[in-house]
Structures are given as C-alpha cells and as structure tokens.
C-alpha cells in the first residue's frame, strides 16, 4: 500500500542515499555544481515535501514547491529511489500529491518537467495522465551564480490546471 507521509529524517537519510545513486542524480539534475541540500527544505515555507512509503518502506518522495502563491502556481518533482517504487507506486504517488496540491494547498496550476532523456515520463505525460499538456522544451542549459550547467538535450515542460486533472487514467 503506497502512503504519503512526513518528510522527516528517515527519509533525509534515505532520499540522500537516493541522490548519491549516479542514474537518479542524473535523472533529477544533480551535479557537484548543482547539489540538492535537503535541509533548506525544512526552513523554506514554499516547499512541501512528502515521503513515500510502499509497504511501510520509504521508495521515494515527492515535492511541490509553490512558486506563485497569488496565481496557485506550483511545481510538482517525483523521485522514486528503491526499485519496487517505480510504475504503480510512483502512479499513485503522483495522484495523491497532485489531489493534495489542488485540495488542501489550494493550487491552480502544477507543472512539472523531466530531461529529454527520461522517456518513461515523456510517455506518461504525453499519453495525458491526469491531464498534463505539454508546454514546450527548452535546452537543459541553466546558469547558477558564475557558472553554466548544461545537460545536454532538453527539458520537457508540461502542466496541469486544476480543472483538467483526471484522477482515473484510462489507457
């Protein structure tokens, strides 16, 4: 059974354990120039993050960061860490966050993106999952104080407005 819970130390523990993995470091943007320091997390009040638990295991977690209160403007991030995460567990993570971001953090809009490489999302997306539409793509080229990061290819944007959302994906 898949279970949104708090973001605490079992999971800092675990999500930077997850981080240090080379392919979900990659696949969520981390580089020695651009490190996640979860604990920012814990004293930044746009951020909501929440574990994820599958049979009281933690196998990922899932983050809204508002970023525009006035318009209800948020984006959604998903990393599943532990194999037995992935496909189903990931699916009702993603439908319990977004249910949480719409009813209970009162957003609008979510968007969310994935690197070109990341097929499994595009996929998922552009097959319109709870009724993401895709925005566009842009190179993955950001700069962060004096240095460019760039990952090569591009990133996928895509969004979901509040009255579009599909909780029952029907293939």
Not at 16 to 44: E, L, M, R, S, V
Request: aromatic residues 12%; contains cysteine.
């Amino acid at each position: 059974m898949i279970k949104l819970v708090d973001f605490d130390k079992k999971f800092t523990a675990a999500a930077n354990k997850w981080h240090n993995d080379p392919q979900i470091a990659k696949a969520i943007g981390i580089t020695k120039d651009n490190p996640i320091n979860i604990n920012d997390w814990f004293n930044d009040p746009s951020m909501y993050p929440l574990g994820i638990l599958l049979n009281d295991k933690p196998v990922g977690y899932v983050l809204i960061k508002v970023v525009d209160v006035e318009k209800g403007i948020g984006e959604l991030h998903i990393t599943i860490g532990e194999d037995e995460g992935r496909g189903i567990a990931a699916y009702n993570a993603y439908k319990k966050m977004i249910i949480y971001a719409f009813d209970i953090l009162k957003l609008e809009i979510l968007c969310t993106y994935c690197f070109e490489d990341r097929k499994d999302i595009r996929n998922m997306m552009d097959k319109g999952v709870f009724g993401f539409k895709y925005i566009g793509n842009v190179p993955a080229k950001f700069q962060l104080e004096d240095k460019i990061i760039d990952y090569g290819g591009n990133i996928y944007i895509y969004n979901l407005k509040k009255e579009n959302f599909k909780p029952i994906y029907k293939k």
